[in-house]
């Protein structure tokens, strides 16, 4: 109870002790964003490098566990792990492997978010495709979604954004009438997150919301393509460095600037995969799985790309745990060096999802695939990248940087968890929020 009334008091600290609040927040992701591309000037983020030059800026975020995109996106607007706001992966686990949409649903998330308290405070919101906002409360809103299987996203954006009439307004004013290429990230073109950039400038000019949240993808999606230091991720990255300006110079030109702080971070960073294991295939040679399709299992892993997590059928299925821990412990080193096992004991510290009874996570450029039969380890042709590893991987850390009133200049922490960013929106904002997992660095405030 002293923490719920503690935490409550801080929201309401820049209201009530201080006298002071922004009235606009500007939250941008760089899905993707490795601390290195700001404090490395090679990167080339002259702008974001500028920005962190005037406020303040952390040498790395640690995500949630898996570290990867939906599950980030939201901590980063409830303050707290998946286990608590219920966005546990990019897609939910279905126990026979069948495909189907992501969590994009605003009502799978569990808990208040920035977006209701902002609403609740009279305070009107934007997003240009943040993760989980189809059907949220947000005044001008252009959810992520695609249709799974499809390289066209362009119809079922236009079939959720609101209000009616957006998406038109958009293409209209802003971006022109957009060609299947011009909503999606192939060939190594950067014209969505363009795009992106220049949607998100425009809302802010037309409409200053009180909260505009912008979600840049491209760097993520080429890190796949070609691991960490691709042609592509650096094109992406100063692709979203220009972006980061249009939305700068929106602000300026709404006149706003002074009463507006920017918050640039990302959800998880990248490692170089070199091979792929499939954690099913030993559950099958020993008797655990025999056909997820057809629901003939006891035990079987959910893989997220640097991490899998492993589920039983009877969760107090304890014999076939055991079995699974026995035949992982028993391979050979030469296996063995390529995962750490994470018990359930730290799965619950991490608050990761509660339906899994332990995850692996890879090491030496592992990540982990879903496949039931063939190969135990398939090494990759060519460097891949991954992220979804357990957050004690350096390489898989995020970046944070900030700027505006209140906020301090030229400090750089050494450390921040991604549950940090929404108490300082909170603080920021002014505005009443509920119990966060998160902490407030005191030392970033000028007031």
């Not at 901590?75 to 897609?91: E, K, L, Q, W």
């Not at 939305?247 to 091979?275: P, Q």
Request: glycine share 10%.
């Amino acid at each position: 109870m002293m923490k719920r009334v503690f935490i409550l008091l801080l929201a309401l600290l820049p209201v009530f002790v201080y006298g002071q609040s922004v009235k606009y927040v500007v939250l941008i992701t760089i899905d993707g964003l490795r601390p290195e591309f700001y404090l490395d000037s090679s990167w080339g983020m002259v702008n974001l490098r500028h920005l962190m030059s005037e406020g303040v800026a952390a040498k790395g975020v640690n995500p949630v566990f898996p570290s990867v995109t939906y599950p980030d996106h939201t901590t980063i607007i409830t303050g707290v792990a998946p286990a608590r706001h219920g966005i546990y992966f990019n897609s939910p686990f279905r126990p026979r492997g069948e495909g189907g949409q992501s969590y994009v649903y605003y009502d799978s998330i569990k808990v208040e978010t920035i977006f209701d308290a902002m609403r609740k405070a009279g305070r009107t919101t934007a997003d240009i495709i943040w993760p989980v906002t189809v059907h949220a409360p947000i005044d001008f809103n252009v959810p992520d979604i695609a249709q799974p299987g499809s390289r066209d996203r362009r119809g079922i954006t236009a079939e959720y954004v609101y209000p009616v009439g957006l998406w038109n307004v958009l293409q209209d004013s802003v971006v022109g009438r957009l060609e299947a290429a011009d909503w999606n990230m192939f060939d190594d073109e950067l014209v969505m997150d363009e795009n992106i950039g220049r949607m998100g400038a425009y809302l802010i000019k037309k409409h200053k919301p009180g909260l505009t949240a912008i979600h840049f993808a491209a760097a993520d999606h080429y890190q796949h393509e070609y691991g960490r230091d691709g042609y592509a991720v650096r094109a992406a990255v100063a692709g979203i460095d220009r972006g980061i300006k249009s939305v700068l110079e929106a602000v300026r030109r709404a006149g706003i600037k002074d009463s507006t702080a920017i918050i640039v971070t990302g959800d998880h960073g990248f490692e170089d995969v070199y091979r792929v294991l499939q954690p099913n295939v030993l559950l099958r040679q020993n008797g655990l799985l025999t056909d997820v399709r057809r629901d003939q299992w006891r035990a079987q892993f959910y893989q997220q790309g640097g991490s899998a997590f492993l589920v039983l059928k009877d969760a107090g299925d304890r014999e076939a745990l055991s079995r699974v821990v026995a035949v992982f412990r028993g391979l050979p080193d030469s296996v063995r060096q390529y995962f750490a096992i994470i018990d359930k004991e730290r799965l619950e510290k991490m608050g990761a999802f509660p339906g899994a009874a332990l995850a692996i996570s890879g090491l030496k450029g592992t990540a982990f695939g879903s496949k039931q039969d063939g190969r135990l380890i398939d090494v990759l042709p060519v460097v891949k990248g991954n992220h979804g590893f357990f957050p004690d991987h350096q390489e898989i850390r995020t970046g944070f940087v900030a700027s505006g009133p209140g906020i301090r200049q030229g400090l750089v922490l050494p450390e921040m968890n991604i549950v940090d960013i929404c108490p300082l929106i909170v603080r920021l904002a002014g505005i009443p929020f509920g119990v966060v997992d998160g902490r407030l660095y005191p030392e970033m405030f000028t007031f």
